[in-house]
């Protein structure tokens, strides 16, 4: 059964498949948004409005796997501004859906201006999102200090000990200890070894 159906808006995928000619002459179509023109059913292919002409003037056939899907149609944004005593609410829609809302409201002890309601619900309406400050993630490196807290690995390591790391391979790590002594231990064995500072 065929997937899209005559009329229907697809993409085609924005790389070669295996089914493309081999000349490349189908290659100024990938990535384009072409038109059902009509479906194929034994070969389980469509025929393209957009290239008709071409291919000895029957256009090319494609086959599922040269289709990314249905083309999104473009919709259009709109904002709708909503006055309710000393509060402005602006709504981002896109094809009549509400998307986003933002508020501005006035100080009672100011004087009240639908314009500049107007311009600051707007503004934060299309304001980009803060980042929190959250603490980055260091990636451990070769010389860190480590403190043993398992033995899952089978490293032979006294919990407890103190182990620097080495070498990184595979999800495992390679520790060394005071005395020398190199093992592989996995990261659930260990843990980051702060040193106290008094």
């Not at 189908?26 to 059913?41: A, H, P, S």
């Not at 005593?85 to 986003?100: E, N």
């Not at 200090?145 to 990184?168: A, Q």
């Not at 060394?176 to 990261?187: C, I, L, T």
Request: proline share 3%.
């Amino acid at each position: 059964m065929a997937k899209y159906k005559v009329g229907d808006k697809v993409r085609i995928v924005g790389y070669r498949t295996f089914h493309m000619n081999s000349f490349g002459e189908m290659d100024k179509w990938l990535g384009k948004v072409m038109t059902v023109r009509g479906i194929e059913r034994g070969l389980h292919g469509y025929w393209m409005v957009e290239d008709c002409g071409e291919n000895k003037g029957r256009g090319w056939l494609w086959v599922d796997s040269m289709i990314a899907g249905l083309a999104e149609p473009d919709r259009e944004y709109t904002v709708e501004l909503r006055f309710d005593g000393m509060i402005t609410t602006a709504t981002l829609k896109r094809g009549g859906r509400d998307v986003k809302t933002a508020e501005a409201r006035c100080n009672p002890t100011d004087t009240y201006s639908r314009a500049e309601g107007a311009r600051v619900a707007v503004e934060r309406l299309f304001e980009k999102k803060r980042k929190e400050d959250k603490p980055k993630d260091s990636k451990p490196k070769m010389g860190d200090k480590f403190v043993v807290v398992g033995d899952l690995s089978g490293h032979e390591f006294p919990i407890g000990d103190i182990v620097t790391l080495c070498r990184v391979c595979n999800g495992w790590r390679l520790y060394m200890n005071q005395y020398g002594r190199k093992r592989w231990v996995y990261d659930f064995d260990v843990k980051p070894y702060k040193e106290n500072t008094k």
